[in-house]
């Protein structure tokens, strides 16, 4: 089954131009890259990638567990992100117990049901999630942790969380520090003077999204940055920052990074083709807002130059009827793997001339190195897993969210017709997406047990 050789395609590399090569695979791993049309095992079954791109299989490295349906999503979500061409996500969770409970539920839920390879991260939201912050990189195999830098106080207790502050957050970037330098994702939001400024716009009656925008100005988003960037350097740890929004960040981390190099960061798709000009109201309503036009020309310029590291979803599986409502009732965020592709071939490679290796980068390898899946996935290289995304840069489509299967009832994108699709989609040599039909059951994947500076262990559950 998973032993095969895939001819005739062209296969986009991070590290190098894209080139035509036939791939021997054996026993679920890459065995070889081979010249077109070169020998191959007697016997051996041929598939054929004629025409079409081959890209290591794609990362979606910030997915959100628990809003579809509790147990069911693990099965839902992740044929939707096979849809899309990802063999791999990375979901987060948040609570505010310890998290050895909530693990063992969750395995039991997603490894029967799961279409691609999985890993988790967790949120860090009280003082138990220090103290046992090593423990969850040593027995679950979990080496990222969210902290949301806007859960402050009262607004952290709102949400169930106990509430932090400057001190909590100084205090876990030293325990990283000691056990081993996971990566810590900072939401960065400086939520006091979002507090400030919001009653001040829905004060004056504010309701589209360019005030949600104004209620949360692109300095909220920067200023967190900066003081998170002083921080890891102090206390040597290493920083992510997810859905980075605006120009003022980019610029900010730039400046830094030649200061202090471990800061990575994350561009969403929504805001590479939004803005705050949109007449969506609740249906466009994410956290960060959509910016200014000048905001997405320079997350175009980061994806282009090289400055951004990781382009993933932030995938919440809501239904429209928790966005269509006015602005301030509305629900945050929406769906967004099986779109991702899509996005950055029509609206990147074929728009922007963006090259196709950089789009490689974003989705494989920069995601495998952050989050610690290389060198087993992110590449297409004799001994990775052969996870394949093949995609058919000249398909258009036209996106119905119906077609793409998630929990979830709706797209941003409905109705967009985009150029560049993927056709298959192969989990370490299986295929479970082609042309747009799930094909097989759930349970193929593999929970992907993650360390700091060794490839990850598939399977491994404890
Ligand atoms: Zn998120």
């Not at 997405?296 to 090289?306: I, K, N, Y």
């Not at 590449?379 to 093949?390: L, S, V």
Request: with cysteine; hydrophobic share 40%.
């Amino acid at each position: 089954m998973s032993d095969f050789v895939l001819r005739g395609g062209t296969v986009v590399f991070p590290d190098r131009a894209p080139a035509r090569h036939d791939i021997l695979v054996q026993g679920g791993k890459i065995a070889a890259l081979l010249a077109p049309g070169a020998a191959a095992p007697a016997g051996i079954p041929q598939q054929s990638a004629a025409g079409l791109h081959v890209f290591p299989g794609l990362i979606d490295a910030h997915v959100h567990f628990g809003f579809g349906e509790k147990i069911t999503e693990y099965s839902t979500e992740t044929a939707y992100a096979a849809q899309g061409g990802f063999t791999t996500i990375l979901g987060y969770f948040l609570n505010n117990e310890a998290y050895a409970d909530v693990y063992r539920r969750e395995q039991d839920y997603a490894r029967a049901r799961c279409h691609v390879d999985y890993g988790f991260h967790f949120s860090t939201a009280n003082e138990l999630h220090i103290t046992e912050l090593g423990k969850y990189v040593s027995d679950y195999g979990v080496t990222s942790f969210k902290y949301f830098m806007n859960f402050k106080g009262e607004e952290g207790r709102y949400m169930g969380l106990d509430g932090t502050d400057d001190g909590f957050f100084h205090a876990l970037l030293a325990e990283s520090a000691r056990v081993g330098r996971p990566t810590i994702v900072c939401h960065t939001e400086n939520i006091e003077i979002v507090n400030r400024v919001r009653r001040q716009v829905q004060a004056a009656g504010g309701g589209t999204l360019k005030d949600w925008s104004a209620s949360k100005p692109a300095i909220t988003e920067s200023e967190p940055a900066i003081r998170a960037m002083y921080f890891a350097e102090k206390l040597g740890a290493k920083v992510y920052f997810p859905h980075i929004s605006s120009r003022m960040a980019i610029d900010e981390i730039r400046l830094w990074r030649k200061r202090y190099a471990d800061v990575t960061f994350e561009i969403c798709p929504h805001y590479l083709t939004h803005t705050e000009d949109s007449d969506l109201v609740g249906m466009g309503k994410a956290n960060p807002p959509f910016r200014t036009k000048d905001d997405q020309e320079a997350l175009w310029e980061a994806l282009a130059d090289g400055t951004a590291d990781v382009v993933a979803s932030d995938h919440v599986a809501r239904k429209k009827a928790t966005k269509d409502k006015p602005l301030w009732l509305a629900s945050q965020g929406f769906p967004g793997t099986a779109t991702i592709l899509p996005v950055l071939l029509a609206e990147g490679y074929h728009k922007r001339k963006l090259p196709l290796q950089r789009i490689c980068q974003l989705l494989t390898s920069g995601p495998a190195k952050i989050f610690h899946l290389d060198p087993v996935k992110g590449r297409i290289e004799a001994g990775a897993d052969a996870d394949f995304t093949i995609a058919d840069l000249e398909k258009e489509r036209v996106v119905k969210a119906e077609e793409l299967g998630s929990y979830s009832d709706y797209s941003l994108y409905d109705g967009w017709k985009f150029k560049g699709w993927p056709v298959k989609t192969i989990v370490r040599g299986v295929t479970v997406m082609e042309n747009g039909r799930i094909v097989g059951p759930g349970g193929h994947a593999q929970y992907l047990w993650r360390r700091i500076g060794q490839p990850p262990i598939l399977g491994k559950l404890s």
